[in-house]
């Protein structure tokens, strides 16, 4: 199987290209995928260290009266402007530290020494889209995000959340209520000398006031804030969980260590080696009451592990049941160095990726015996061992393995549900196949082709469907057989089998995150 060439720069194709059908669309799939992903990883003569470094290249698949139309456009940010403008990479991201063209003076030497000791971050938003109101932004981490337009992929205004919060660093990973208002998380370093974690809503916008209400940030709220277990090194996080009334945020010994990041730039390394893992400490999980901003009376924490992507989460009987995709150590992180991905040899592998079940028991453990055990549902092995008063250790229940990029029906997102779509990573970082996971039979439906890397599947449910997995799933498909374009595959959710296949006549680039948007009624 050819390799997949992660260090070339990906071109843009912001025409709209229709794509080559194989197959019938259903026809309610009416809507746009917005896909988004580094694409370009080398400026003039200087190149990215690190796969997640490169400049974000978004693309889109809009399905409309049984076609399919594709774009892709670079997201046109400050940090694109500057790089290009200076033709080799000036401004620095997680995994790769930029210093000014060697040619300067002095004093503006000193002045970008200065201005990365407190680093202003990049806009280089990559990973994710979010939806605030009714505007679309494209996202990384950082406090930066970039409002683009859905349909042309456009980048519009650039949004800096410090203006609404004081928070560094926001995940990508917010959650939805059914009336439109996200939920977020966000780290605050150092303000006013204390490091801590803040949730936030931002209520959604009515058409009524469209007009005055951009950004809706505006009207940004917070819901509570969580102080850091170490001043200095709050957790590093990807993504967080909600149910119907609770919030769960872990606070896992994977951290930053901002006096390092400091000095960073003086010291000639990059922020993402002021990232340090210690196994040695525990893994805390704060649940967190949704109606009072409160943390609930009993401290729960669990082994050492780091966690990018929460699954879902829900409550039953007194519990809060949540899945993640847990890793036992940073590996994964490291694999994607690009000159570690260029070898991509089994010598550089990560720990396998496991989703792993939690289960906290909600109630109080007064008349409960130290060492027994406070979980009671039948189907899940996941523990909660009462250690001592109002402290429990969690043991999870692993339901599978090897797998990454977790998708559900987002219907039952903080509900009780039983199907997650994921991909399928082994040894390497790239995805042989797909997989649909039934949590309750822990049944496995896969989808693979030869010489084929499919992306993140995300599931569509078929408007008042039927069921759970009564929709469609979707993936953008890499294709490395001879002569054949890639293409975005159609899947039937419930039986997992082909629907339809849309070649693109266009290069598809291996990318992060989709986001959904179906067509306006």
């Not at 008349?367 to 406070?374: A, E, R």
């Not at 250690?387 to 987002?410: F, M, S």
Request: glycine share 6%; proline share 5%.
């Amino acid at each position: 199987m050819m390799a997949y060439d992660y260090a070339k720069n990906r071109e843009e194709r912001p025409d709209p290209v229709k794509a080559d059908l194989k197959g019938n669309l259903p026809s309610w799939l009416q809507g746009t995928l917005l896909r988004n992903g580094p694409g370009i990883f080398s400026v003039g003569d200087t190149t990215y260290n690190h796969w997640f470094d490169g400049m974000a290249l978004m693309h889109s698949f809009t399905f409309k009266d049984g076609e399919v139309i594709y774009r892709s456009r670079y997201l046109r940010g400050d940090t694109y402007k500057d790089n290009m403008a200076a033709k080799r990479i000036v401004v620095s991201e997680m995994g790769t530290m930029a210093y000014p063209d060697p040619g300067k003076n002095v004093i503006s030497r000193v002045i970008t020494f200065l201005n990365h000791t407190v680093p202003d971050f990049t806009d280089n938003c990559g990973n994710n889209f979010i939806r605030y109101g009714k505007d679309y932004y494209a996202t990384s981490e950082t406090n930066y995000i970039r409002k683009v337009d859905p349909v042309t992929l456009e980048t519009q205004d650039k949004v800096d959340y410090m203006k609404y919060l004081a928070v560094n660093l926001v995940t990508s990973h917010p959650h939805y209520d059914k009336d439109g208002t996200a939920y977020n998380i966000g780290t605050s370093i150092a303000e006013k000398g204390k490091t801590k974690y803040t949730l936030f809503k931002v209520p959604d916008t009515t058409a009524g006031d469209k007009a005055n209400a951009s950004p809706a940030l505006k009207n940004l709220e917070v819901i509570c804030t969580v102080p850091c277990r170490s001043l200095l090194s709050p957790s590093y996080y990807h993504s967080f969980g909600m149910t119907d009334n609770y919030f769960i945020f872990i606070e896992q010994p994977f951290k930053l260590d901002i006096l390092k990041m400091a000095t960073a730039y003086m010291r000639g390394v990059n922020w993402a080696s002021c990232l340090k893992f210690c196994p040695e400490e525990n893994t805390l999980i704060h649940l967190i009451d949704r109606k009072t901003g409160k943390e609930v009376g009993i401290k729960y924490y669990t082994e050492a592990m780091i966690v990018y992507h929460h699954v879902n989460a829900f409550e039953e009987d007194g519990h809060v049941i949540f899945d993640v995709i847990a890793y036992e150590d940073p590996s994964l992180y490291n694999m994607f160095y690009l000159n570690v991905l260029k070898e991509q040899s089994k010598a550089s592998a990560m720990s396998v990726p496991k989703c792993k079940r939690f289960a906290l028991p909600v109630q109080n453990d007064k008349g409960i015996d130290v060492g027994d055990d406070m979980v009671k549902l039948q189907y899940t092995t996941a523990s909660a061992v009462k250690e001592k008063e109002g402290k429990l250790l969690c043991q999870p229940e692993v339901l599978c393995d090897g797998v990454e990029l977790p998708r559900i029906n987002y219907d039952f997102n903080g509900k009780k549900y039983r199907f997650v779509y994921m991909t399928c990573v082994a040894m390497s970082a790239v995805a042989t196949k797909i997989m649909k996971l039934d949590t309750e039979t822990k049944e496995r439906t896969e989808w693979r082709e030869e010489n084929c890397w499919p992306s993140e599947p995300v599931f569509i449910p078929r408007p008042n469907g039927e069921g759970e997995d009564d929709g469609v799933v979707l993936t953008t498909v890499i294709n490395s057989n001879p002569g054949e374009s890639g293409f975005i595959l159609v899947l039937d959710a419930k039986s997992f089998k082909e629907v339809a296949r849309a070649h693109v006549n266009a290069e598809l680039h291996m990318d992060m995150h989709g986001y959904f948007i179906p067509m306006e009624n």
